[in-house]
Every structure is written in structure tokens, then in C-alpha cells.
């Protein structure tokens, strides 16, 4: 079992570029999430998938950000047009199709800096 | 809807004294919920998970929580505290209805600090 993995672990980049996120989730997950963590909260959900469909957004998920998974195994998040308050810890879990008592795997994140 | 409430950002004890992380959620089904911890520069890792089989639940590094349903509570404890429990824990609620199932809605985070 090797985990949830996520890459880059850190990127830096200016105001108005584009960056893009992957995460391989654990192989027999089939169920992947992603979560926005800032400086002194929670983890908030975005995004999640059951395979390659998405299946919910959340509110915070600008018309900028978009997630995919294509063949249902990694997933990227990409952002466009970045924004300063685009700053944050960008988590993927994964779980099996166990729905609300499925336990969720988190990779080590994708730290944001925009400039 | 589901939310919780953590109380207390910060909370510093001493090596082998008692630790006590309060929560306290909302929901208006019976909920399912979730302790996490997260070390420095790292994921979340579950500590522990209540899905209405025990009210007691046990669960790794020694912790263990209790769901109170009449106090809408799941606090977080440990008997002695060690210096390798320093991190942020995190309460969480899994979201059940309105088309969702399974993303959690995480509390703000308890910072603990552990004094030799």
C-alpha cells in the first residue's frame, strides 16, 4: 500500500497563471476526493468522484477550477487564472464505495503560493 | 444539514496529564463522525470513527472518543499524554443527504502542545 500521493508538493506562481494538481489515489479506491485547506481551518470540500464521474461540487469550485479523472484512476485539479486568495493546501483522499462511514486516505497535500 | 463546532484553537498540556479535545456537531440524521489528526507539512490521518455501532469508540495512539447524543458531543481523549501527540486534530461529520454522501465537513482544528 503506497498511499495517497499527490504532485507537486509545493508550487509557487504568479497572479493570473495557470496551475494544474494530480493525485494517484490508493489503486482499489474508487471513490476520490478533493479538499482546500487555509492557514488556521479545516479542511472544505470541493470536489469529489466515483470512478471517472463527477459526482458533486461544492459552491467553492469557481468556474476557474476544474477537476478531472479520466479513466478513473489519478485525478488533476487544474486552476486558471489564479488568484491571490487562490493560496491554500490542496488535499486529495480516496476511499472505497462505502458512502458516509467510508474511511478517507489523505495525501500529503499540494502546497499553493500565488504571488 | 451536518456541521461541528471544535472548541478551544489551542490546547497545551503537560507529558502524562490528561487530554481532552472537545467537539460538538449538528445534524439533523444520526451522524457519522470522524477524528484526524495532521502533523506539520503532512496528510490526515484518521484516529478514529463513529458510525453508531459503540458510543464508546477506540481508537489509534492511544486515544479513544465518546458520542453523546443527549450533549450532541464526540470529545477526544487520551489518559497520558506524550510529546509525539503534538499536532492539529481535526472533528469531522460525514455529509449524508441532498445528493451527497461521504464528503466530510471538517471543525476549524485544536491545536495541541505538549510541555515536557
Known amino acids: 500500500d503506497t498511499g495517497v500521493s499527490q504532485d507537486p508538493r509545493h508550487k509557487i506562481t504568479k497572479r493570473g497563471q495557470n496551475v494544474t494538481f494530480r493525485c494517484d489515489p490508493i489503486s482499489e479506491h474508487n471513490r476520490l476526493y478533493w479538499y482546500r485547506q487555509t492557514l488556521g481551518q479545516g479542511p472544505e470540500f470541493l470536489t469529489y468522484f466515483q470512478n471517472e464521474a463527477q459526482l458533486e461540487k461544492s459552491r467553492l469550485l469557481s468556474d476557474r477550477f476544474s477537476a478531472e479523472r479520466p479513466k478513473g484512476s489519478f485525478s488533476t485539479l487544474e486552476i486558471q487564472r489564479t488568484e491571490q486568495g487562490d493560496s491554500a493546501m490542496y488535499l486529495c483522499a480516496s476511499s472505497l464505495n462505502q458512502g458516509a462511514l467510508g474511511e478517507q486516505y489523505f495525501g500529503p497535500g499540494t502546497r499553493l503560493t500565488v504571488t | 444539514a451536518q456541521s461541528v463546532t471544535q472548541l478551544g484553537s489551542h490546547v497545551s498540556v503537560s507529558e502524562g496529564a490528561l487530554v481532552l479535545l472537545r467537539c460538538n456537531y449538528s445534524?439533523?440524521?444520526?451522524?457519522?463522525l470522524f477524528w484526524y489528526v495532521q502533523y506539520p507539512n503532512q496528510g490526515l490521518q484518521l484516529l478514529l470513527k463513529?458510525?453508531?455501532?459503540?458510543?464508546l469508540v477506540k481508537g489509534i495512539n492511544g486515544f479513544e472518543a465518546e458520542f453523546k447524543k443527549s450533549e450532541t458531543s464526540f470529545h477526544l481523549t487520551k489518559p497520558s499524554a506524550h510529546m509525539s501527540d503534538a499536532a492539529e486534530y481535526f472533528c469531522?461529520?460525514?455529509?449524508?443527504?441532498?445528493?451527497?454522501?461521504?464528503?466530510?465537513?471538517f471543525g476549524k482544528g485544536t491545536k495541541l502542545s505538549v510541555k515536557p
Open positions: 445534524s439533523s440524521v444520526p451522524p457519522y
Open positions: 463513529y458510525t453508531s455501532a459503540a458510543t
Open positions: 469531522a461529520v460525514s455529509v449524508i443527504g441532498g445528493g451527497s454522501q461521504g464528503n466530510l465537513i
